[in-house]
């Protein structure tokens, strides 16, 4: 291990012994979470979600709007609203967003697209496939993205045509072979994490959730094919679920990203930028998950999370392992120290609050040092109150981000990335 990456641990670890103390504010019963007819008001998803899930996946994911067109409903107040929260809380955003891309990774339809091109299925590829992402995703966050020449007009323009060009090739290949290409070929060697989160996820369903029965619980399998006849692939359904993946985790857990003090205001301003990129690349009004302000979009959130992500997260394959794991390693290039087990075992016991003792057998000394770390970090940015920790942080995190991001040899990282394939050696394919 490099010694930054030690000194970062003992740092999270020190934290970790300072702030021990539990979150107050739990979003909700277990049931909730874990039961998706618990999570849902009179047995029926949110209306928006409903034709999001019942007409989403057979809707072609691209409208086709021109890209420096704003939608007539923009509202310039709470798009500022919304960047100035995350100018206020970077490491929500931050971690927020990498919870929510593992979180997506159990949407089938999103995984295979991602296996579909191989541009993220060796760490040397992630790293530069998720800092394309970060850098994509940062630039709609601090430029405006509808003036041609702004880094957001241009990674926006970048952005949709990746899509398009994807969504062709895989709509004009005969269907066989493009199933083919979602599949990683081999078995899998390893993979204990997935293993475990499907055990002890499996036991936090099954407690919160007695009646639950074997079939519903099949209908949920990211481990078999249970597309929807006559889906597209990147539908407005996709396109869809990827805004939840941008903004849900947030805004359903704001507390346990460390937003302890954020307004409604700021809140549903994020929301809000939101919705205006999700209509830049191409989602229909109809569709669009942030449609409605805060309120809705954070119910909308808790049904996707416990009716499509848990549950396919529940029956989590080697294949998510093992795409996850590509991310976390190449995300490690710039976030030294902060692993894939570190990054799970955060999500499960901090964001969602749940028990993992199978996940938490899996972690090294240094790594569940890291976790209370994080957590400590998290709690301690809730509480401050006026803040006293939050303005030094968001001045570090400026300062260090682009040092990180030079110190990586991306050149090398280039050359090499096609010479590197398995490097995750917890859990690989054995070709
Ligand atoms: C709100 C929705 C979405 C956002 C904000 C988004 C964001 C991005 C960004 C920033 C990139 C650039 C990364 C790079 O430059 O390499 C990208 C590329 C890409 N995205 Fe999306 N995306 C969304 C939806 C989706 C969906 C639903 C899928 C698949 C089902 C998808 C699949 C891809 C693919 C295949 C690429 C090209 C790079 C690769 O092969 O991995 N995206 N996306």
């Given at each position: 291990?490099?010694?930054?990456?030690?000194?970062?641990?003992?740092?999270?670890?020190?934290?970790?012994?300072?702030?021990?103390?539990?979150?107050?504010?739990?979003?909700?019963?277990?049931?909730?979470?874990?039961?998706?007819?618990?999570?849902?008001?009179?047995?029926?998803l949110?209306?928006?979600?409903?034709?999001?899930?019942?007409?989403?996946?057979?809707?072609?994911?691209d409208?086709?709007?021109?890209?420096?067109?704003?939608?007539?409903?923009?509202?310039?107040?709470?798009?500022?609203?919304?960047?100035?929260?995350?100018?206020?809380?970077?490491?929500?955003?931050?971690?927020?967003?990498?919870?929510?891309?593992y979180?997506?990774?159990a949407?089938?339809?999103?995984?295979?697209?991602?296996?579909?091109?191989?541009?993220?299925?060796?760490?040397?590829?992630?790293?530069?496939?998720?800092?394309?992402?970060?850098?994509?995703?940062?630039?709609?966050?601090?430029?405006d993205?509808?003036?041609?020449?702004?880094?957001?007009?241009?990674q926006?323009?970048?952005?949709?045509?990746?899509?398009?060009?994807?969504?062709?090739d895989?709509a004009?290949?005969?269907?066989?072979?493009v199933?083919?290409?979602?599949?990683?070929?081999?078995?899998?060697?390893?993979?204990?994490?997935?293993?475990?989160?499907?055990?002890?996820?499996?036991?936090?369903?099954?407690t919160?959730c007695?009646?639950?029965?074997?079939?519903?619980?099949?209908?949920?399998?990211?481990?078999?094919?249970?597309?929807?006849?006559?889906?597209?692939?990147?539908?407005?359904y996709?396109?869809?679920?990827?805004?939840w993946?941008?903004v849900?985790p947030?805004?359903?857990?704001?507390?346990?990203?460390?937003?302890?003090?954020?307004?409604?205001?700021?809140?549903?301003?994020?929301v809000h930028l939101?919705?205006?990129?999700?209509?830049?690349?191409?989602?229909?009004d109809?569709?669009?998950?942030?449609?409605?302000?805060?309120?809705?979009?954070?119910?909308?959130?808790?049904?996707?999370?416990?009716?499509?992500?848990l549950?396919?997260?529940?029956?989590?394959?080697?294949?998510?392992?093992?795409?996850?794991r590509?991310?976390?390693?190449?995300?490690?290039?710039?976030?030294?120290?902060?692993?894939?087990?570190t990054?799970?075992?955060?999500?499960?016991?901090?964001?969602?609050?749940?028990p993992?003792?199978?996940?938490?057998?899996?972690?090294?000394?240094?790594?569940?040092?890291?976790?209370?770390?994080?957590?400590g970090?998290?709690d301690?940015l809730?509480?401050d109150g006026?803040?006293v920790l939050?303005?030094?942080?968001r001045?570090?995190?400026?300062?260090?981000?682009?040092?990180?991001?030079?110190?990586?040899?991306?050149?090398?990282?280039?050359?090499?990335?096609?010479?590197?394939?398995?490097?995750?050696?917890n859990?690989?394919?054995?070709?």
């Amino acid at each position: 291990m490099s010694s930054s990456r030690g000194g970062l641990l003992v740092v999270t670890g020190l934290l970790g012994l300072v702030a021990v103390e539990a979150f107050p504010g739990r979003v909700s019963r277990a049931a909730d979470l874990w039961c998706p007819e618990a999570a849902l008001t009179d047995g029926q998803l949110e209306p928006v979600l409903k034709r999001i899930v019942e007409e989403g996946p057979r809707a072609w994911g691209d409208t086709g709007v021109p890209e420096n067109t704003p939608p007539p409903w923009m509202d310039k107040k709470r798009m500022a609203a919304g960047r100035a929260f995350l100018e206020r809380y970077p490491l929500a955003s931050l971690f927020g967003h990498v919870h929510g891309l593992y979180l997506l990774f159990a949407v089938r339809s999103v995984l295979d697209v991602l296996v579909f091109t191989g541009n993220s299925d060796t760490p040397d590829e992630a790293f530069i496939r998720y800092m394309d992402t970060l850098k994509g995703v940062g630039s709609w966050y601090s430029s405006d993205f509808f003036t041609p020449g702004t880094p957001g007009y241009e990674q926006l323009k970048r952005v949709r045509s990746l899509h398009s060009l994807v969504r062709k090739d895989m709509a004009d290949r005969p269907q066989d072979e493009v199933r083919n290409k979602t599949r990683i070929a081999g078995s899998f060697k390893g993979c204990p994490m997935s293993a475990a989160l499907r055990r002890d996820l499996g036991r936090q369903a099954s407690t919160a959730c007695p009646r639950r029965t074997a079939k519903q619980d099949a209908d949920n399998d990211i481990g078999e094919d249970t597309g929807v006849p006559g889906a597209v692939w990147m539908s407005q359904y996709d396109m869809s679920v990827t805004q939840w993946a941008f903004v849900g985790p947030i805004i359903q857990f704001p507390e346990r990203y460390g937003v302890g003090n954020a307004t409604v205001e700021e809140l549903d301003g994020f929301v809000h930028l939101w919705e205006v990129i999700g209509y830049t690349l191409g989602i229909d009004d109809k569709f669009n998950f942030c449609q409605g302000g805060l309120e809705p979009t954070v119910r909308r959130s808790r049904e996707v999370l416990s009716t499509i992500v848990l549950p396919g997260l529940r029956a989590a394959p080697p294949p998510w392992e093992y795409m996850a794991r590509c991310m976390a390693d190449g995300l490690g290039y710039l976030l030294p120290g902060v692993g894939f087990e570190t990054q799970l075992a955060s999500l499960l016991s901090v964001t969602l609050d749940s028990p993992a003792p199978a996940v938490a057998s899996q972690l090294s000394a240094a790594q569940r040092q890291a976790v209370a770390g994080y957590r400590g970090v998290m709690d301690s940015l809730r509480r401050d109150g006026d803040g006293v920790l939050l303005t030094p942080v968001r001045r570090l995190y400026k300062q260090i981000l682009p040092i990180l991001s030079t110190s990586v040899p991306l050149e090398d990282v280039k050359r090499l990335r096609h010479r590197r394939p398995h490097r995750s050696k917890n859990c690989y394919p054995e070709l």
